[in-house]
């Protein structure tokens, strides 16, 4: 009894040692085959700029999840729509988001420097898919301790009347 014991701890240890050996270090490589051997390099890092406001990447090329797919934004501000913008802005938004200061929600000054004209249009219409979808929005739900942006039930032309806004910030 005591033997058999004994030899399945011993085959227990056996398999255990064997399972350790098969693994190796798992790195993301770009494998090259060179005279029918493979060489393993490492995979060359995105550089990634980090945004002095909010400490979140700066993605340009993001255009985020929700109903604005494309948007073009003329050279010159619409200094009307700029003022309807704030309007709506000053009475849905002015709570959470000050102009230039962190608040509870990060400051909309220069967000053009820092996201795509359609990611700040879908996180305004959809905030609650972009946190749950969109990587820059989970992070700066994170850096903003948890606090998920408010749907504020704005149409399409408020979104575009408050980014025209944001453009004069």
Known sequence: ??????????????????????????????????????IEQPMPKKEIKYDKVDGVAVDLNNKGVGPIQSLSLDPEVDHGLAEQGKDVYDRNCLACHKPDKRLVGPAPKGILERRAPEWIMNMILNPEGMVKEDPVAKQLLMEYNGSPMANQGLTKEEARAVLEYFRTL
């Not at 040692?17 to 493979?38: H, M, R, V």
């Open 1 to 38: 009894m005591r033997t058999q014991k004994m030899m399945r701890i011993s085959l227990l240890i056996f398999l255990f040692i064997g399972l350790l050996a098969s693994c190796g270090k798992s790195e993301k490589t770009n494998g090259q085959k060179d005279q029918g051997q493979t």
